[in-house]
């Protein structure tokens, strides 16, 4: 198994563990990742809501190259995934709009290969008997909530699991020997570049969020986006600050993570040391250290 | 039951007639549809006031079943440009069963005309209910359309 | 105050109606204002005009309204309207749309997050790649808001989650020439 | 040479607006066989049908065209024109004007006269070739099958029985009294559905015309309008019924409890067991799937403690086969599932139910005496939200359609909410309140006015646990603001929808079902409890969304056309049938095979053959039976059979008038 690997600028940024541990993971599962050589920018919704074009021009770019290589591509990041789906399937859908793009991108993409993310190549594709299979560690019945936020489920063509209610990662969990605890934000927006460029609507979703995920008593959340992780990770301090009689301190992962540390990862190695929260209390407690 | 036909007028006193002839060529399709769901079909498109080209003749007929091969070949004999039988959906007919036979005999039908050499664009076989007057609105469009881009049907016409 | 004159704005509406609508794929005509956008909206209640006012807004034509709103910036793009339109209409699409036609037209109710989008697609144009420091720090001096989630910078150098330098990849004239290929495209529309 | 005399209809400018009426008629003077033709305003009018029989005596016409609207409008006014004016019905054909041609090509007038006159000259080719024809008459079997035994279906019988027909109820359930017998209270006027549905139950139960087939369905059915062959399957209901007396015994001592269908699973029942107290026949059936018995083969203390030893293991299904004159189907309508909606919890939140589960927590004799509990804890809820159209005026998620009885009924709960639970608050989320019905608007404004339920204008875009509560999310569009309710009981208004086998019934029948498997009616307004199939009538909510009124309504509709129907001693047959020419018939009877009415079967003849007498085979008609389909028509080898006024010389003129 090989694929074009797209990390994305979150990934080698703010996103870093995501990159570590999803690389570790398919190392693990005997996947191959190749990096498309000289990838830019997906251009996140930014662009797509500037300019329609671009927003599909900016992808089909890494796209091209890696067709070219003959490889699907891999994507972590939910947005970087959600995007180049967009554009697999307009390309695929028109001939028109496949023009278009390659006018622009000067490349052409013919949409003979497809973009996959993440939890798709490693849970619902691989299965999970052989997550179960390559566990050395378990979870030790840890109560996560599985977030999934937006990009991964909307729109249905574009999602990989289901818009309501997704279980891919709740799946995982319960795979790894954690508790999956059942809660009704699993797709609630987290406000994405909002809480940055609006601070006081986009931290209110944050808020929501993890308020939900305490009450319903999540240990953790795992997630499956770089920007649902720093919104709901760096802004915790931040809400814990500005609202008054909230103390939140709970850890988030990356669902790699997880993996990577029920796989015998040290945790510090599969980027769990790199949080805001701090995540070796938990770890310890069910002795994934 | 062959039928003098010189008994009837000639039809170019009426179509060919001089106010006519500025028209450009309009086909001239015949169409046998059923009187239950087709027939009614083409009436709501009346009711609704769909508008299409004036190049369809539809010949009433109880079911499409009843639709013997003999009237589609004589169709193209005297100089049809094309042929359209419709009925019921299947599984809908007012009759249980005719528009089965009804499709058997078109796919027949069909390789027959394609091998004495009409194109099979020229004859065509639809469902469409009484609820579907939009739908009988665009079979006759798109019909005329194809037949249009064929030209006149030239092949076994026995008038002249 | 005088009360809108819908016949003259429908015809005055008309034309950027058509645009949205042929960009967005969405007939707005077919929104029968049941609000399930807006009640599911997670930014719903930060508007100025809900998702289904904004719609409704687009039906009668009363353009300037919606180009002028804050809702159109204020969208997060999560698309929980379109996954739960009982008509199976796409307010996201819409809303996109809009939000290009509003920069056309010299609006930005939102500059903050108009600011944002320009900075991060700036960036982009001139590396190929997002410069998450860069985009944050031009970001905050922009909206004079300096020091704003400076506290989270230290942690993040030491975890190597921000750089000091953008990279710049080697196709940057090629992103370049993309985005002004797009820029023109977008104009023609 | 025939005397046909053509009548051109301007239909006022509906026709003469469009096509050049004057110039239709001239031309048609020309044509050959025409004796006389002429243009009027309305031919449909007295004064127009005195135009046609006065022409027929002038011009001694013995043929008529009449060229104006459809034949499927007007064609049946016109023949008994032409009768009365002298002639035989069948001497007469219509060219379709209006439908297919004025109001079709309004932009082009002048090709729209062309095809006008075309569509003339092939009527004339046609009914030059028309024959006279005479209708065949048919006796009629005096009785009625109803099938479903709802509201709709025991008021059909009631009437027809009344009017001195026997009537068969068919039920596919244990006991009579469909949907209604399950709901607590009737809008607008809040009575006890029971205390109204009750009498009538007993009424058809008791009723010397009145026979109850429950626990079985048709099968099959064959033969036409005054002569249906029905076979009814009548499940094995493991109590003999001539020997049980109700006393229900068997039913206390069952051991086995399994969720009630009656009570929309909130209550239980046992596996031998009359679905509710006042069920008619109010003898029990097994439910073989729950029962130990058959299960395992243990058990048997039913059969142990029936007094009269009515209980029987070994009960096979009955096949009934009996003959119909009318059939009313009265099949009504099944719930919506609403664990099609992910954001309302896919059904899955306990204490998000539908309308009926609502009825059963009101009523007395309910799963929990009639104290509103909800299913979860079997705590009283203070604050409930109710939800409309869900399923309904939904494309993405359930029906496009409106299901017109849950504004009311919503109204209705919150009513009976407020009123049971004193302190209690209601929100009512809704798109429009629609309460065209006589006392409806006034009971709806009651709701708000007097009750205090909240009424809140916006579909609920999610709704979800928190705590032992459940949080509404909708929009007032009213104010435009997103708002949130936090509620301990939620009640979905779920759309009706067609029985899941109406598709196959009506295969069955030979009816057919609209875009969203509802029985068609012959006419959304002149025929609305007919159905396109002679002798079959619509009744209840199986032809459409319908409340009780409306039900009852329809239902005493579909009677009096059964009544009708069934008053005739023998009835006439359409005289539009098969032929046979018995000299070039082989006897292959290919055709009987072919005829889905059994109209054909075999028939010896005496032929001389080379001067002496020989039989042979050959296929001969059923002219009550023939349908007039002409399938076997095309089928015939020999070309010799036709189909009498469609014959194949009347239709290749056609086709050689309308190509030349």
């Known amino acids: ?289 | 039951m062959s039928l003098n036909s010189e008994a009837l007028p000639k039809s170019q006193e009426v179509t060919a007639a001089p106010e006519a002839s500025n028209q450009p060529w309009e086909p001239k399709i015949v169409g046998f549809a059923c009187n239950w769901c087709t027939y009614a079909g083409a009436d709501l498109a009346g009711l609704s006031r769909l508008q299409y080209p004036p190049s369809i003749r539809l010949i009433r007929v109880p079911c499409s079943g009843r639709t013997n091969p003999q009237f589609i070949i004589r169709a193209f004999q005297r100089g049809a440009d094309g042929v359209l039988v419709a009925g019921c959906h299947p599984g809908d007919c007012h009759y249980s069963t005719g528009n089965y036979f009804t499709r058997r005999r078109f796919l027949l039908m069909q390789r027959l005309l394609e091998y004495m050499g009409i194109d099979p664009a020229r004859f065509q076989a639809r469902w469409i209910s009484g609820s579907e007057g939009p739908k009988f609105q665009q079979v006759v469009t798109q019909m005329t359309e194809d037949i249009k881009a064929l030209g006149p049907n030239r092949k076994m016409r026995d008038v002249e | 105050m005088q009360p809108i004159n819908l016949t003259s704005a429908e015809a005055a509406g008309r034309d950027l109606v058509e645009k949205v609508q042929k960009a967005s794929g969405v007939d707005v005509k077919a929104c029968y204002q049941c609000g399930k956008c807006s009640a599911g909206c997670p930014v719903g209640s930060a508007m100025d005009y809900t998702p289904r006012q904004i719609m409704r807004l687009l039906q009668l034509g009363l353009v300037d309204e919606v180009l002028k709103s804050r809702s159109i910036w204020l969208c997060a793009q999560c698309e929980t309207c379109s996954a739960r339109c009982p008509r199976n209409l796409q307010p996201d699409k819409v809303m996109e749309s809009l939000r290009i036609e509003a920069k056309k037209a010299g609006y930005e109710a939102e500059d903050e997050i108009a600011t944002f989008n320009e900075k991060f697609l700036r960036s982009v144009a001139a590396n190929g790649r997002l410069y998450e420091a860069g985009l944050i720090i031009g970001f905050n001096l922009a909206t004079v808001q300096p020091l704003k989630d400076a506290g989270c910078a230290p942690a993040m150098l030491t975890a190597g989650k921000l750089k000091l330098f953008p990279h710049k990849i080697k196709g940057k004239d090629a992103i370049r020439r993309m985005f002004e290929k797009a820029e023109k495209a977008e104009g023609e529309r | 040479m025939r005397r046909v005399g053509v009548f051109v209809c301007h239909c006022g400018t509906n026709i003469n607006g469009v096509v050049d009426c004057e110039k239709v008629a001239k031309t048609a003077a020309g044509f050959p066989n025409v004796a006389f033709a002429t243009d009027y305003k309305y031919m449909c009018t007295e004064p127009g049908q005195d135009l046609i029989k006065n022409a027929i005596k002038e011009h001694n016409l013995d043929r008529v065209v009449v060229a104006s609207c459809s034949p499927r409008m007007h064609e049946p006014t016109f023949r008994a024109c032409i009768e009365s004016g002298g002639l035989n019905p069948y001497l007469f054909e219509m060219a379709n004007l209006r439908e297919q041609c004025s109001w079709v090509h309004a932009n082009n007038k002048e090709l729209a006269t062309v095809k006008a006159i075309d569509l003339v000259r092939k009527a004339v080719a046609k009914v030059v070739k028309n024959e006279p024809l005479q209708k065949s008459r048919i006796s009629i079997t005096k009785r009625a099958l109803v099938i479903g035994g709802g509201v709709a279906g025991i008021q059909a019988a009631l009437d027809i029985a009344d009017a001195g027909n026997p009537v068969t109820i068919v039920e596919k359930e244990p006991s009579i009294g469909g949907r209604m017998a399950q709901i607590d209270k009737t809008f607008p006027t809040i009575d006890c559905s029971a205390c109204i549905l009750g009498p009538k139950m007993v009424d058809a139960a008791k009723h010397p015309n009145i026979e109850i087939i429950s626990y079985a369905q048709v099968e099959h059915v064959d033969g036409y309008v005054g002569n249906f062959e029905v076979t009814i399957r009548k499940k094995a209901r493991s109590v003999d019924l001539k020997k049980c007396t109700g006393c229900g015994t068997c039913q206390e001592k069952c051991p086995t409890k399994v969720d009630s269908e009656f009570d929309m699973k909130l209550g239980k029942r046992k596996a031998i067991y009359t679905p509710f107290p006042q069920a008619v026949p109010n003898k029990p059936v097994i439910d073989r799937v729950n029962c130990t018995k058959f299960k395992t083969g243990k058990c048997g203390i039913c059969q142990k403690v029936c007094p009269v030893d009515a209980v029987d293991y070994e009960q096979q299904d009955e096949l009934i086969i009996e003959k119909y004159g009318a059939i009313v189907v009265a099949t009504g309508y099944q719930q919506f599932d609403h664990s099609a909606y992910g954001e309302y919890g896919y059904g899955k939140y306990p204490d998000v139910i539908t309308g009926l589960h609502l009825e059963r927590l009101i009523n007395a004799s309910g799963p929990t005496m009639g104290k509103i509990k909800r299913p979860s804890d079997h705590k009283i809820p203070e604050t409930v939200a109710f939800i409309q159209c869900v399923g309904s005026r939904d494309e993405a998620k359930g029906h496009a359609y409106c299901s017109r009885t849950c504004c009311m009924y919503t109204a209705k709960h919150a009513t009976l909410v407020s009123e049971k639970i004193p302190g209690s608050k209601s929100y009512v989320f809704y798109m429009d309140v629609r309460t065209p019905g006589k006392g409806y608007e006034e009971f709806y404004k009651r709701t708000t006015d007097e009750y205090g339920a909240q009424y809140i204008r916006g579909r609920v875009s999610k709704i979800y646990e928190k705590g032992d509560k459940l949080v509404v999310r909708g929009e007032d569009s009213l104010i435009g603001r997103p708002v949130e309710v936090e509620v301990d009981m939620v009640v979905l208004a779920v759309a009706m929808e067609p029985q899941s086998d109406a598709g196959e019934l009506a295969r069955i029948l030979g009816i057919s079902v609209d875009k969203d498997k509802w029985f068609t009616e012959a006419h959304p307004k002149l025929k609305p409890v007919e159905t396109h199939t002679a002798g079959i009538f619509l009744a209840g909510a199986a032809q459409g969304p319908k409340d009780i009124p409306d039900s009852v309504a329809q239902a005493g509709a579909a009677a009096s056309k059964a009544i009708g129907l069934l008053s005739k001693v023998e009835m006439e047959t359409d005289a539009m049938v098969s032929s046979v020419d018995e000299s070039r018939c082989s006897g292959c009877l290919i055709c009987k095979g072919i005829c889905p009415y059994k109209a054909i079967d075999a028939k010896m003849i005496q032929e001389r053959v080379g001067g002496k007498m020989v039989e042979r085979q050959v296929a001969s008609v059923n002219k009550s039976l023939c349908q007039g389909c002409g399938a076997c028509t095309v089928a015939c080898r020999a070309g010799c059979l036709n189909l009498l006024g469609f014959t194949n010389e009347q239709i290749l003129a056609e086709v050689e008038a309308v190509c030349l």
């Open chain 1, 1 to 289: 198994m090989k694929y074009a690997y797209y990390p994305g600028c979150s990934l080698h940024s703010t996103g870093i563990e995501y990159d570590i541990s999803s690389k570790l993971v398919a190392k693990r599962m005997g996947i191959e990742l190749k990096e498309i050589p000289d990838w830019n920018c997906c251009g996140a919704s930014a662009a797509h809501t500037t300019n329609h074009m671009l927003g599909l021009a900016l992808p089909a770019r890494n796209l091209a190259i890696a067709e070219k290589e003959g490889l699907d591509v891999l994507a972590p990041c939910a947005a970087c995934y959600n995007r180049m789906k967009t554009t697999e399937l307009a390309v695929k859908a028109s001939e028109q709009t496949k023009q278009k793009i390659a006018n622009i991108t000067e490349m052409d993409y013919q949409g003979n290969i497809g973009v996959k993310t993440a939890l798709e190549v490693f849970v619902k594709d691989a299965g999970l008997e052989a997550v179960k299979a390559l566990a050395t560690k378990t979870l030790g019945g840890m109560k996560v909530a599985a977030y999934y936020g937006c990009l991964l489920v909307r729109p249905h063509d574009v999602g990989i699991d289901d818009m309501e209610n997704p279980m891919l990662m709740d799946d995982m969990v319960t795979a790894l020997g954690g508790e999956a605890v059942q809660w009704p934000f699993k797709t609630e927006c987290c406000g994405a570049s909002l809480p940055t460029a609006k601070g006081k609507v986009g931290l209110k979703l944050v808020y929501d969020i993890l308020s939900m995920a305490q009450s319903v008593g999540a240990e953790a959340i795992v997630t499956a986006c770089p920007l649902c992780f720093v919104n709901l990770d760096m802004r915790q301090s931040d809400l814990n600050k500005k609202v008054s009689g909230s103390s939140f301190k709970i850890p988030i992962f990356y669902f790699t993570e997880l993996m990577a540390i029920a796989f015998g990862e040290k945790p510090a190695s599969a980027g769990a040391g790199k949080h805001f929260v701090n995540t070796s209390e938990i770890l310890a407690k069910y002795n994934l250290k």
